[in-house]
């Protein structure tokens, strides 16, 4: 069975930093492309950051230079660490976890993210 347990949401104040983590069991880790998405209220959730099993980042232009991306092959968990945080930065953020090749994609439940005074 696949899981994907994201956790470190939280509630924080403008210019703040959290740490999201998500763990993954089920799935061959390493050969998994991981990416962090994010959806508020009343939008279509988007891609926040991505790392490919090579190690390759990529990252939406509104949290670049802020979020950074890694993973932890040998303990299954994909991190994304992020800094200056904003109110717009206010959603439910979810790990995604993607294998062309096996035509796998599985999503996790979701952590709760709040950048409010």
């Known amino acids: 069975q696949v899981q994907l347990v994201e956790s470190g949401g939280d509630l924080v104040q403008p210019g703040g930093s959290l740490r999201l983590s998500c763990a993954a069991s089920?799935?061959?880790?390493?050969?998994?492309?991981m990416g962090w998405y994010r959806q508020a209220p009343g939008k279509q959730r988007e891609l926040v950051a991505g790392i490919n099993s090579g190690g390759i980042t990529n990252y939406a232009d509104s949290v670049k230079g802020r979020f950074t991306i890694s993973r932890d092959n040998a303990k299954n968990t994909v991190y994304l660490q992020m800094n200056s945080l904003k109110p717009e930065d206010t959603a439910v953020y979810y790990c995604?976890?993607?294998?062309?090749?096996?035509?796998?994609?599985?999503w996790g439940q979701g952590t709760q993210v709040t950048v409010s005074s």
């Open positions: 089920g799935i061959a880790f390493a050969l998994y492309n």
């Open positions: 995604n976890a993607a294998n062309t090749l096996f035509g796998a994609l599985y």
